[in-house]
């Protein structure tokens, strides 16, 4: 068992993102723009060999289903902007809303359900203490005032946090918000819509307003019929599809987890209505199975079945849905989603087909009866899985000059291994840049490096995730051997200069 994600600080893995290239902050020579990042040269391999674990895994290669027969799926690449029809069918016009508040005085604004308070357990309550879920530093700040206001030296047991939505509208008035220190500053909640407005064509005019979307998953329904009529696939099948996702967070925080622009990775899988138990059990399984064969750690993973009360409208009705939680830094003790599995019924198609007046069914020909498919759908987000990894791969480690090393699985390495000359004389580069010629063709992601001290060369791949480097010395010309380092232990073997290719491919293209 690796050590739990929650002791590694949040601020030292997004100062070496930004040191190795792994992310930027978008527009950041302008000032930035809130919600919005950039993958660097490694960040955008690392997300790439990610995304192509997920359409390897599950589109093209799908383990066999609860019937033991191969799951059938195809791919799709549909558009960002649809019809704006489209949105108001799936419901996101009239219901994709976040709930607000605005703070009049910081002029600050928050999501209503990601504040919390504090009051003082032992009171008749007068006044409360709000801050933003999972910020402990403004926790502390809450404590420290409330503490001030009561005139008293506050512990952990004196006091009571609950959820700002869970009091009445009224305690709003007797609510210190959490950049403020006077009460009443803060309105009350008011529903913000998620999507982003754009115009299509060249007038500008409310006619032509159009929306980005907010997943990719719609594109998927309104291909349904597209896919059914021109390809061979049966009833139960899946489409999968990845690409950006756009929504207007009231709040983008904790660096890319909540973003303004991302990428989803989702599923949607058809099959008849009195399956979907086995089709919901099928995926929910395999994609936590999925996310724990990337490396991330069992103890910081878990699978978590929603209440009740927490499902959407379309999921209202049907087998559940679950969501695929990682232990960031920045969520501990707690998890946040990187996955959800739901059942969304039959919702969408026979939303489409009504607002559409389009027949979206599937004709069973043996049963000789037509219906609506139930979809299942897996939908994971690309960036969060990659916020993910990062946190799981940083290791600090003080018996090595670098301190840190990324151990990310040789498959989802941005690189891959590293040819080094020990020193640049005595035909050692030659040599080095000879097998550098050799592995680049095969497994692409290779540096060659023939710059400052050995030491530092490794502290600087190990900060890449690079799994293997290969230094070439003065004995190479002598033995035809050099010498390979392995990241996350540092040992040192030697391996026959023309058994490297070899050696890395059984090691990496697992
Ligand atoms: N089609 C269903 C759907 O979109 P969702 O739970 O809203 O469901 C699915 O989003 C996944 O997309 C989430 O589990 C998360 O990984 C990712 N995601 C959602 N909003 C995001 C955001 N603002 N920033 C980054 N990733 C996000």
């Not at 008035?173 to 006077?182: A, F, L």
């Not at 849905?321 to 501990?332: A, G, N």
């Not at 095969?442 to 791949?461: L, S």
Request: glycine share 8%; proline share 6%.
């Amino acid at each position: 068992m690796t050590e739990p994600t929650a002791k590694k600080s949040m601020d030292e893995i997004m100062a070496l993102c930004k040191r190795r290239g792994f992310i930027f902050q978008a527009s950041e020579i302008y000032g930035g723009i809130n919600g919005f990042w950039d993958y660097g040269p490694l960040g955008a391999q690392l997300k790439k060999n990610l995304k192509d674990a997920w359409w390897q895994d599950t589109v093209l290669t799908p383990p066999p289903g609860p019937d033991g027969k191969p799951v059938s799926m195809v791919g799709l690449d549909s558009c960002i902007i649809q019809n704006p029809k489209v949105w108001v069918a799936s419901g996101h016009v009239g219901g994709f809303n976040d709930p607000m508040i605005d703070c009049r005085e910081s002029k600050r604004r928050y999501r209503a359900d990601h504040l919390w308070v504090l009051g003082v357990a032992d009171a008749a309550q007068e006044r409360f203490y709000a801050y933003v879920e999972g910020d402990d530093e403004g926790r502390d700040r809450a404590l420290k005032l409330l503490g001030k206001y009561t005139k008293r030296q506050l512990t952990d047991a004196d006091v009571v946090a609950s959820p700002l939505a869970k009091h009445p509208a009224s305690a709003l008035t007797n609510t210190v918000g959490p950049d403020t220190k006077e009460v009443g500053t803060l309105t009350e909640p008011r529903a913000f819509n998620l999507m982003f407005k754009t115009y299509v064509g060249a007038t500008a005019s409310e006619e032509d307003v159009a929306y980005l979307r907010p997943e990719t998953a719609q594109g998927i329904f309104l291909n349904f019929k597209n896919v059914t009529d021109t390809t061979r696939v049966k009833m139960p099948f899946g489409i999968a599809q990845m690409g950006k996702a756009f929504r207007n967070e009231v709040t983008p925080r904790n660096f890319t987890f909540r973003s303004r622009e991302f990428e989803q990775m989702e599923i949607e899988f058809f099959c008849a209505p009195g399956t979907t138990n086995e089709w919901y059990a099928f995926w929910r399984d395999l994609r936590m199975r999925w996310w724990q064969s990337l490396g991330l750690a069992s103890d910081n993973l878990v699978l978590r079945e929603h209440d009740k009360d927490e499902l959407a409208h379309y999921a209202k009705t049907g087998a559940g849905t679950s969501d695929v939680e990682y232990r960031f830094p920045f969520t501990y003790p707690g998890f946040g989603e990187l996955e959800g599995i739901a059942d969304r019924s039959d919702f969408d198609l026979k939303q489409h087909a009504q607002h559409s007046k389009t027949k979206l069914e599937w004709f069973d020909p043996e049963a000789k009866e037509r219906y609506v498919p139930h979809v299942i759908e897996p939908s994971a987000g690309a960036d969060r899985g990659v916020l993910a990894l990062l946190c799981e791969a940083y290791t600090p480690d003080p018996a090595r000059p670098s301190k840190v090393y990324m151990k990310f699985a040789p498959r989802l390495s941005p690189l891959k291994a590293g040819v080094f000359p020990l020193v640049a004389k005595d035909g050692m580069p030659e040599i080095a840049e000879k097998l550098y010629q050799e592995l680049k063709p095969r497994f692409g992601a290779v540096e060659f490096d023939p710059k400052q001290t050995i030491g530092k060369r490794y502290a600087r791949m190990d900060e890449a995730g690079c799994p293997f480097c290969f230094t070439i010395d003065s004995d190479t010309a002598k033995d035809q051997s050099v010498t390979v380092r392995e990241r996350d232990t540092c040992a040192q073997e030697r391996v026959a200069l023309d058994k490297v290719s070899t050696y890395l491919a059984e090691r990496i293209l697992v």
